[in-house]
């Protein structure tokens, strides 16, 4: 709850600061400036309309249409108060008063349209092999398709969960693995947009585990309809065998127990398993040294949406061990593989430089002799 006070309240703060940077000393009429205030107050609004008539601040349930305009207005005011802050501190709009005030907001809103379409477009295609020196022989050339952060809502409906999966069923894998954040809202309003999850398929089965937005709405809901799709295994505290000499394992994500699910265990997660297997071990957020916490090969996690943008991603790079997207690790000790995510929460809608993304990791054995 508190969190989401003050995604309503400090955007409208942000307006007023714009104004002050953005608006040159030249322009002295009370009605213009009161105009422009207006219209920054608008799209600082975002969050407090979405939770006055759509339900919920950060899943309102509302017209595809009017939420990407909601977002496209109000991240164009946040990139035009960056850009503005940056204008005030070198004296620009004072220097050019008319030049400043109708270029930036051309500017900021460009960028902004640009930002959302990469935010809600359906994803690309990542490919990424990876060389061990101890995988099984019968594992070489093993296919493996890893998807996160899909986000399905509103504002991204069934329409790019199935190309979702239409791309991932296109890349011949051979287990497909699912790292969290499905979707957002309740599962009654959004459950057929995430749906077309049951029409995933490898050889050798798809699995997935939990992430934090799975707990936020209706959670005993959603899991209950999730597990009605019977084509996917979910691990939680445990292993499967998909392949002889492969483990895959999986925890919950670490709010589960504050929604009363189980709380997540990685020293559980391959108790089934011998040292013998390739252990693959999917967690939603990235650890520093998880992989080799539960002594796994390779660990698949999402989370981060590849920091979102330049110089953001420094800022999430640091709530995450310093990961934030690609790959992580010598092998010796285990990759860590963070995704880019397939989908962006509407939250924070935008995204530069840095397109969604599914990945597809092929595995390869390490010839002897090969680091010489």
Known sequence: MAIRIFFQIFPVALSFL?????????????????????????????????????????????????????????????????????????????????TWMSVLPVLAWGLSAAGVRNGVKAPQVEEVSLEFADLPPELDGCRIVHISDIHASAAAKAWRTEKIVETANAQNADIICLTGDYADGFSGRRFGDIAALGGLRAKHGVYAVSGNHEYYYDAFGWFRRYRSLK??????????????????????????????????????????????????????????????????????????????????????????GGMVSGTYGDGENGFVLVSRGAGQWAGFPIRFFNDPAITVI???????????
Not at 24 to 39: G, N
Not at 40 to 46: D, I, M, S, V
Not at 263 to 270: K, L, M, V
Request: hydrophobic share 50%.
């Open 362 to 372: 092929t595995l390869r054995r390490k010839a002897a002799g090969g680091d010489e």
């Open 18 to 98: 714009l104004t002050w940077c953005f608006i040159p000393p030249s322009v002295k009429s009370v009605r213009a400036r009161a105009a422009i205030q207006a219209f920054f107050l608008l799209c600082a609004a975002k969050f407090i309309v979405f939770a006055s008539i759509g339900g919920d601040a950060f899943a309102p349930e509302l017209p595809e249409k009017l939420i990407w305009i909601w977002n496209w207005a109000y991240s164009g005011m946040m990139i035009l108060l960056a850009l503005s802050v940056a204008g005030k501190i070198c004296r620009l709009p004072r220097r050019f008063p008319r």
């Open 231 to 320: 084509n996917i295994k979910w691990l939680v505290n445990s292993c499967a065998f998909p392949l002889p000499g492969l483990a895959v394992g999986g925890v919950n994500d670490p709010v589960a127990e504050r929604f009363g699910f189980t709380t997540p265990d990685p020293s559980a997660a391959f108790s089934q398993a011998t040292n013998g297997e390739f252990r693959v071990y999917l967690q939603h957020r990235p650890q520093v040294n998880g992989a080799s916490a539960v002594r796994a090969d390779l660990q698949l996690s999402g989370h981060t949406h590849g920091g979102i943008a330049p110089v953001l991603d420094r800022l999430v790079a640091a709530f995450n």
